[in-house]
């Protein structure tokens, strides 16, 4: 199956510097990208999609400022946590569609600790 | 709107046990099913798909059967091992909804199987 790379797996920052979180697609274009938030024993919450070459479309109650996300190219997409607080420590996780694929295939995911 | 309903967990079963886990889903269109498997630590993996109504998907001796009359996708497994502890997500794509194959996931199912 198509592999999505994910990185960095693990990051523990200061609470008020920004992280960043790569998402890449190793052997497929990519044309839509979605991120993802997973709360401990809970389901997957969808932050944003986004598509190459444009804006990410963000859900209901997420706030684009903090989630700044880029998908400048068919193969990487990147999300950006800005002034990380302690609230935002969470499981983050991408998935990726190629354009011609009905399947998302996942990154392993990125553990976000905020201290 | 759409949406995924799974059982709760956790399921606790003993190797070798018959496993189900039901998954139920509600949708405007034709939507398309997966089952997605999420070992801890790591990203979802796709264990399994259906796109139309009585198609089977299978994998790793799991099935799952697309069932429009009860609108269902029940996963199951004649016998489980311990390698098959996880959390077991159903998920729905309606691309008359969303043209991005946004997924819509259920809650997820924590499965335990014990030696």
């Known amino acids: 199956g198509a592999v999505v790379s994910q990185h960095p797996s693990r990051v523990i920052c200061k609470s008020g510097t920004s992280v960043k979180i790569e998402c890449r697609s190793l052997d497929f274009q990519a044309t839509t990208m979605f991120w993802y938030r997973q709360f401990p024993k809970q389901s997957l919450m969808l932050m944003a999609t986004?598509?190459?070459?444009?804006?990410?479309?963000?859900e209901q109650g997420v706030e684009k400022d903090k989630f700044l996300i880029n998908h400048a190219s068919l193969t990487l997409s990147t999300l950006t946590v800005t002034s990380a607080h302690p609230e935002d420590s969470s499981f983050y996780i991408c998935?990726?569609?190629?354009?011609?694929?009905?399947?998302?295939?996942f990154g392993a995911g990125t553990r976000l600790s905020v201290l | 709107g759409d949406s995924v309903t799974q059982m709760e967990g956790p399921v606790t079963l003993s190797e070798e046990a018959f496993l189900t886990i039901n998954c139920t889903y509600t949708a405007t269109g034709y939507p398309s099913l997966f089952w997605y498997v999420q070992y801890p630590g790591e990203g979802l993996q796709l264990l399994l798909k259906a796109t139309k109504a009585d198609d089977k998907g299978s994998n790793k001796g799991f099935e799952a059967t697309y069932r429009k009359e009860t609108t269902s996708f029940h996963l199951e497994k004649g016998s489980v091992q311990v390698s098959d502890s996880a959390v077991y997500f159903c998920a729905l794509s309606d691309l008359l909804m969303d043209s991005s194959y946004k997924l819509i996931f259920g809650s997820g199912t924590r499965l335990l199987v014990r030696p």
């Open positions: 986004s598509n190459e070459g444009s804006k990410a479309t963000y």
């Open positions: 998935s990726a569609r190629g354009r011609a694929l009905v399947i998302q295939y």
